[in-house]
């Protein structure tokens, strides 16, 4: 059988070229988006400060839901410090060290903010330089006026042992200290002689962190590390920390940056839909075109005593060999594809730059997997027809096609086409992140539902364009019209691939500009603050900032303003469904700086365990005003809170918003991030805001877009990293199937060669069969745009009325003549260029080339 295919290849080169290219295409894909759902399961980053720690004690940073996979929590939970005791008497324990971090920056002399790596967290006490073992220059602080700093940020600073340098810390004003050692250790940060680590970081006194530490170092005996790590579990067993060795210690040492890993998994998922259908289609179009070019050869068979099972097992043999060719390249381009996207989403910060992928053959074995099975299946599905016709019949339709199309194959089209309109209603009801993605998913349904009803229109279109060319045109053109109908299957093919191209690129690209542009318009209606104040280089905006800023003349409002996460649960029909989202952090007064659009409750009474919700979140059970619900907090703790209020601008800022009380104990820095300010408006008060930030080192100043004259577009501009990611996506399979669409479109013009050479004997002239050619293209391209909008236009409709309140999403004006372009473009190369190589060929040895 594989002879027997093998052979049958050799005679349709062109054709099994568009399917290797299909497959090809597909098991790059397929493996890019294996690679980093992997790698988001089982990446590590670096232990970096951890390295020399054999053992490490923790607070469990996920969230387990039952029956999904764990939810990675950013906001670093504590270890109480007396286990430091027990820990130290463990046989085979060397050192034992209690980290802490907190938020530190150093100045320089000219009033820059030094950073290096994370200001959040730089802060540490001179213990834990034993987990390193680094080389010092100098000696350990001596007390509260004196701290160490690592090699990069002395370098940095300009600083030696001896020198006088400025230090922010936890929040605290800048203050000098003088630097009695440089620390040769990676990410070092700045050290604090230990007690006051302590103070600094809140653990002394009756705070709510006192008594406790970040994480549990232990050091061992040469060999002693698993046993240690035995017995550590054993004596934490039921207290929610986790004992970790090996390449988890990176992941322990920063949980924020960690946390990150379980957004490769959710772009991974997001994404696989879309590659599949997107492949899947690709690859039947492809070897649709292949198999239809062999229908006289197969049917031939028939005529002589082929069985349909031994027919459709050919066409699958056949099939599986060029598979077999392109697997191999296109999953190891899978892994090249897959770095490509990992430094793409390091270069917008969704993930760390010190994340490496995963790089293991189970991504690749996947792919042969699921591509082998839709090759299979397209193969055989493509070979039914004319495997279950009898002989006869095989071999009169071979040169011809049916008369009339499927009828089952065009109702299952059209009620594919009709769920796939019910799909792009969600955005209506929910006009939420999840419910946009419905519509690029609705667009593509909608064009396999094409695919399926496809002959029947072509045959539909065909028939009027002829009957509207019957007198009065040339002879080229009549030729392309009767074409275009009496192969209604094989234009289908064409038209259906061009349709879903175009209808990718719009509901995909469209999606992502009209999500955007909502959440833009949400924010900048609810945005009352003119300007805001933060210090990324400090890691938290300064204690004494807010009432500072409340004192400048001519501010008349102020307030702070910060991020976390939280976790929610919800009930699904019978199943509980767990999402974790980003929560803003505000106090009261934030009333006066932004407007939610509160719908039920007030802002005022944010105080205390009490968050406000969207209105998304409100229509579940449970979520009304007065009502107590169950949270996990950003570090995991489980609070139960009474919801306050119920806002309409959720999709701008958020579905939850935690009060400040609540969510102070529950944070890395436990600080604000930025204020918001709200002025007169005056250049008094702009100038007094500008002055401010310029005295105090670390602060910047920047426009919120609510201030007249500003530029409130900008942040349509300044897109989040997942819309560059999707754009990027769309970027990758958009090209994937205008080549996949271009080999099918030069495989289907080649195998007519011998209706060209036929023509041409006939009398037709080359310049004719030309125009002829074009001519289909253009009706071919046509259909294919007017359908394309067509099926994209309520999906459309429908997302920018949930959106935007009108029925037209929001995008750039070009994208639509951009499509049209690309689409005629396409058609006319990929059908011009074989039709001129196929009419070099002498017509005689065309046809004597079918034998």
């Known amino acids: 059988m594989f ?93 034992t060290v209690g980290d802490l971090s907190f938020s530190a920056a150093v100045v320089d002399a000219g009033g820059r903010v030094v950073v290096v790596g994370d200001p959040r967290t730089a802060g540490h006490g001179w213990s834990s330089t034993r987990l390193t073992d680094p080389g010092v220059d100098g000696a350990a602080p001596a007390g509260s006026g004196e ?37 040769d250790a990676p990410r070092g940060g700045i050290l604090f002689a230990d007690a006051t680590a302590r103070v600094l970081s809140g653990r002394t006194g009756e705070g709510p962190r006192a008594g406790t530490v970040d994480l549990i170092a232990l050091r061992t005996a040469p060999g002693a590390a698993d046993s240690v790590a035995t017995a550590a579990r054993e004596r934490v067993k039921g207290t929610g920390l986790v004992v970790t060795t090996g390449a988890g210690r990176g992941d322990i040492a920063s949980p924020g940056a960690s946390a990150s890993r379980s957004l490769l ?33 197969l049917a031939l068979m028939r005529a002589v005593g082929a069985t349909p099972k031994q027919i459709r097992r050919l066409a699958a043999a056949q099939a599986t060999l060029i598979a077999a060719v392109a697997l191999v390249p296109g999953a190891a381009l899978g892994y090249v594809l897959a770095g490509q996207l990992r430094r793409l989403l390091a270069d917008r910060g969704v993930v760390p730059a010190e994340l490496p992928l995963t790089i293991s053959p189970l991504p690749a074995l996947a792919t042969v997997l699921l591509t082998a099975l839709a090759v299979q299946l397209s193969a055989r599905g493509a070979a039914w027809r004319t495997s279950r016709m009898p002989a006869t019949e095989a071999v009169a339709e071979s040169r011809s096609e049916p008369r009339d199309p499927s009828k089952a194959r065009t109702l299952a089209g059209l009620v594919v086409i009709a769920a796939a309109t019910a799909l792009s209603v969600v955005p209506l009801v929910s006009p939420t992140v999840l419910g946009s993605a419905s519509t690029s998913i609705a667009g593509i349904i909608s064009a396999i539902g094409l ?84 210090a990324p280089g400090l890691g938290a905006v300064p204690t004494g900032a807010l009432d500072a800023v409340r004192a400048i003349p001519g501010v008349r409002a102020a307030a702070p303003v910060s991020t976390t996460t939280v976790v929610w649960s919800y009930q699904l029909f019978d199943d509980t469904q767990s ?48 009502r107590k619900v169950g949270l996990v907090l950003g570090d995991g ?104 669409i271009a080999n099918k479109l030069v495989a289907a013009t080649t195998q007519r060669r011998v209706e060209m050479a036929a023509l041409r004997l006939n009398g037709t002239t080359p310049r004719q069969i030309r125009a002829m050619m074009r001519r289909e293209a253009a009706v071919t391209a046509a259909t294919a745009l007017v359908t394309a909008l067509l099926l994209s236009a309520a999906p459309l409709a429908l997302l920018g009325q949930g959106f935007l309140g009108r029925p037209w999403p929001a995008g750039p004006a070009w994208l639509l003549p951009g499509v049209a372009l690309t689409v005629t473009v396409t058609a006319f190369l990929t059908i011009e260029l074989p039709t001129r190589r196929a009419l070099r060929t002498p017509p005689a040895h065309a046809i004597h080339g079918l034998h």
């Not at 090809?24 to 790698?39: F, R």
């Not at 370098?155 to 400025?166: K, L, S, Y």
């Not at 719908?599 to 009490?610: I, K, M, N, Y």
């Not at 910047?700 to 989040?720: K, Y």
Request: charged content about 15%; aromatic content about 4%; cysteine-free.
């Open 3 to 95: 002879r027997l295919a093998l052979h049958m290849a050799g005679h349709r080169i062109t054709a099994l070229i568009a399917v290797a290219f299909a497959v090809l295409g597909a098991a790059a894909l397929i493996t890019a988006t294996g690679v980093l759902a992997e790698s988001g399961l089982r990446s590590h980053l670096p232990a970096g400060r951890l390295a020399g720690a054999d053992v490490v004690v923790s607070a469990d940073q996920g969230f387990h839901p039952s029956g999904d996979l764990p939810i990675a929590l950013p906001e670093r939970r504590t270890v109480p410090a007396s286990l430091l005791a027990e820990l130290s008497g463990l046989p085979g324990v060397t050192a």
């Open 265 to 297: 998994v959710f772009l991974a998922g997001s994404l696989a839909g879309v590659v599949l259908l997107v492949t899947g289609f690709a690859m039947a179009s492809a070897l649709a075109v292949s198999i239809g070019g062999q229908r006289r050869d």
């Open 147 to 183: 701290v160490a700093v690592d090699g990069a940020t002395a370098a940095a600073a300009g600083v030696r042992v001896g020198d006088m340098v400025t230090v922010a810390a936890a929040g605290r004003p800048p203050a000098p200290y003088r630097v009695s050692a440089v620390v």
């Open 579 to 626: 999402e974790s989202g980003s929560a803003l952090i505000l106090t009261p007064d934030a009333a006066d700086v932004l407007d939610l659009d509160v719908r039920d409750g007030s802002l005022d009474r944010l105080t205390g365990a009490s968050i406000a919700v969207s209105s998304d979140v409100a229509r579940s059970p449970g979520a009304q005003p007065g």
């Open 637 to 740: 703790a489980r609070v139960e809170v009474t919801v306050v209020a119920v806002y309409a601008r959720g999709l701008g800022f958020g579905t939850v918003v935690l009060s400040r009380d609540l969510a102070a104990e529950h944070t890395t820095t436990g600080l604000d991030q930025s204020i918001l300010v709200r002025t007169d408006g005056t250049e008094n008060a702009r100038q007094g805001l500008t002055a401010f930030a310029a005295a105090h080192p670390g602060l910047t100043l920047e426009n919120t877009g609510a201030e007249p004259g500003t530029d409130s577009g900008a942040r349509l501009r300044d897109a989040p990293p997942e819309v560059w990611i999707n754009l990027a996506t769309i970027v990758v399979l958009l090209v994937y199937l205008l080549l996949s």
């Open 451 to 534: 695919a399926l009803a496809g002959p029947a229109l072509v045959r539909g279109v065909g028939a009027a364009a002829t009957r509207r060319t019957r007198s009065g045109s040339s002879a080229a053109t009549w030729l392309a019209m009767s074409n275009f109908r009496a192969y209604a299957l094989r234009n289908a093919g064409i038209v259906s691939a061009l349709a879903m191209a175009a209808v990718f690129v719009l509901t995909y690209t469209l999606t992502q500009t009209t999500v955007l542009a909502a959440t833009a318009q949400e924010i900048r209606d609810g945005t009352l603050a003119q300007q805001r104040l933060s």
